[in-house]
């Protein structure tokens, strides 16, 4: 029961980052100045993928998959509008605070000695990988809007 319930933890994180990232595209689509939708586009299908894979594998061990984001998606929603109004750099942001708060919680599981080898594996060849990366491209993206 622990798993399903660590691994419905990270769906809802990851339903969140999902719909956050939507949010941001769809903020860079309205405004053609604000860019950055090519990086942004590949990161938000990268959760999506997340999404499945541990929808799968909760389904896999007997659970039931949570299908919203709960309160951390409410938050994220209220973050994201703030960060629309504040701009770009602002929007970079609130993503990159959300990736290293999900690598941070992946980090943090690997810790568990009660984790399932499944759930170990898809974390250290996936969702913390993808998380890093997704941090990395951040951190380049406010590099250089900072510079502009």
Sequence with gaps: ???????NKFLKDELSATETYQQALDKLKENADLGNSEYLSP???EHKEAVSSIQALINQLGGTPSEDSGVWGSWAQIVVDGAKLLGNSATLKVLQEGEKNGADDYEKALLDTELSVDIRTLIESKLLVSNQANIRTLDQLLDTAKAA
């Design 1 to 7: 029961m622990h798993n399903i319930e660590l691994l």
């Design 43 to 45: 990161i938000f299908y």
